[in-house]
């Protein structure tokens, strides 16, 4: 079985998608955590007890960001808009924080 378990159709293209962009993209230390990030993300948003709009928006915003990473000759970063750190409850403020302390972490390593 996958690791990421009940994941199917058209979620499991978008992460083979975003793995691909990650192995052709990505240098190693960032290719590690985005790994790590989107396999966790992926299983939190496939359990049974997620509501199918909140599985829509997933997909919507991962969609996005795959659009983005093929769209860049390199990869940088973007700031997140008003409108979507709003929406972010306070234990998904801090893990965005703690995400932000180790990319910085590793790019002055």
């Known amino acids: ?3 990421l378990g009940p994941i199917v159709g ?3 293209v978008l992460y083979r998608s975003i793995m691909r ?3 052709t993209k990505l ?3 960032m290719r590690s955590l985005g790994d790590a990030y989107v396999r966790r993300e992926f299983r939190l948003h496939y359990k049974p007890d997620v ?3 909140h599985r829509q928006m997933f997909m919507r915003e991962w969609g996005s960001y795959v659009e983005t990473i093929s ?3 390199s990869v940088v970063g973007k700031e997140m808009s008003e409108e979507q750190t709003g929406k ?3 234990a998904q403020k801090k893990q965005l924080s703690d995400l932000e302390k180790t ?3 590793l790019g002055s390593a």
């Open 71 to 73: 769209s860049q000759a």
């Open 51 to 53: 509501k199918v709009a």
């Open 27 to 29: 240098p190693g230390p």
């Open 21 to 23: 962009l990650h192995r």
């Open 1 to 3: 079985m996958s690791p």
């Open 10 to 12: 058209e979620g499991r």
């Open 88 to 90: 972010l409850d306070v």
């Open 103 to 105: 990319a910085k972490s």
